[in-house]
């Protein structure tokens, strides 16, 4: 289909510009103030007081759903179809938590399937937070060449639900990781939890230090507690990623206005942690309360970094579309707004609420109405 999107303002040039974007099948063909055009099956959409930013992407979602730690009652439910769609997500990594014994990496990566079937563009990362990894094709290495979703690997370090894992166990990993990310043209990351535990990033520093690994196959999450670790991290060359925050929306999001400033260029990327537990720990580690993460919180929190914080939309979203795309080698097919660049892209109103969602050029959700419909959803 060929669309035609007039009047929405883009951001090109170094500026927001009048625009129209014209599409065809799953890829953008051209922005530019007019488009003359005479298809004749062309279809065109008026988006007069709209802002079309890129489709966010979002690198830590528990597809599958997380949790467990207060037994199968504190299971989290799986991520529903048109959760992202409403977030504005469009591109999404799934992956497992503390739960690598109820829930599988084969059912992980079916899921990524689904996600696929569905127009939104998903991958997936092997392993949860247990060493050895739990994989599908009992080789971290082989999951990564062989599985077209898998593109790297999960684990966790400084935590009490991790398995202690030492500095060599961590150099192996990454090694696989990384030469199975080779052998695929996929980036083959070591994605880390990073829990609450003292020094939490020293693990990545000693293997940095006595090994070949480079720092781009770290990818370290949940930064925002340990904030100048974090800033170490990325002034050493590796990206940095921090959570959003629904309980502390205002903080949060100013704690990246700020990061924007201090982390090097392009090294910053943020995510939902959605449908994954929240639980709260006593002194002891002991479990006393538990909610779940929502993927809603990455476009609310970037709403929040420009209405709190006056940070620039162009500047806002950056974490979560061109840097995240560029740190998964997704860069320039998303992340962008741009002739050939994938048709992902999301309507702003001048409230800069979610109107309206295309994934690879498929019109998922306008006038915050879903446009597809998954089974068993009402």
């Not at 669309?3 to 530019?32: C, M, P």
């Not at 992956?95 to 939104?120: C, H, I, Q, Y």
């Not at 943020?270 to 006393?288: A, H, R």
Request: hydrophobic residues 40%; glycine residues 10%.
């Amino acid at each position: 289909m060929i669309h035609l999107i007039k009047n929405v303002k883009v951001f090109r040039d170094g500026q927001w510009k009048n625009s129209e974007i014209l599409t065809a099948g799953h890829k953008i063909e051209k922005i530019a103030d007019n488009i003359p055009c005479g298809f004749e099956d062309l279809k065109v959409t008026d988006g007069k007081g709209m802002t079309a930013i890129p489709g966010y992407i979002d690198q830590h979602v528990h597809i599958c759903g997380g949790g467990g730690e207060g037994s199968f009652i504190t299971q989290v439910p799986p991520l529903k179809f048109s959760e992202p769609v409403r977030a504005g997500v469009t591109t999404l990594v799934g992956l497992l938590g503390t739960d690598g014994t109820t829930r599988s990496v084969a059912n992980l990566v079916a899921k990524t399937k689904a996600f696929r079937e569905f127009g939104l563009t998903a991958y997936c990362l092997t392993g949860n937070y247990g060493y050895p990894s739990p994989t599908l094709t009992g080789s971290v290495k082989d999951d990564i060449v062989f599985v077209e979703e898998i593109i790297g690997v999960k684990i966790a370090i400084a935590d009490h639900r991790s398995s202690n894992m030492t500095a060599e166990d961590l150099t192996k990993l990454a090694s696989d990781a990384r030469v199975g990310g080779m052998l695929s043209g996929k980036p083959g990351i070591v994605h880390l939890h990073t829990g609450s535990g003292k020094d939490p990033l020293r693990i990545i520093f000693d293997v940095l230090e006595n090994s070949e690994v480079p720092i781009a196959n770290f990818r370290p999450t949940h930064l925002a507690p340990k904030y100048e670790e974090a800033l170490k991290f990325a002034q050493r060359g590796g990206y940095v990623d921090f959570t959003c925050d629904q309980d502390d929306m205002y903080n949060r999001s100013g704690l990246f206005c700020r990061a924007l400033d201090q982390v090097p260029e392009g090294l910053m990327t943020i995510s939902t942690d959605s449908n994954g537990s929240l639980p709260v720990w006593n002194e002891k580690n002991e479990m006393i309360g538990i909610s779940a993460a929502s993927i809603r919180t990455l476009h609310e929190t970037i709403k929040a970094m420009v209405k709190f914080h006056g940070c620039p939309l162009e500047k806002a979203i950056r974490p979560a579309t061109e840097n995240v795309a560029k740190a998964l080698n997704l860069y320039p097919a998303k992340g962008i707004l741009a002739a050939g660049s994938d048709a992902d892209i999301v309507l702003l109103d001048e409230e800069l609420e979610i109107n309206s969602v295309y994934a690879m050029g498929k019109c998922m959700l306008r006038d915050g109405k879903m446009q597809v419909h998954a089974n068993f959803e009402l």
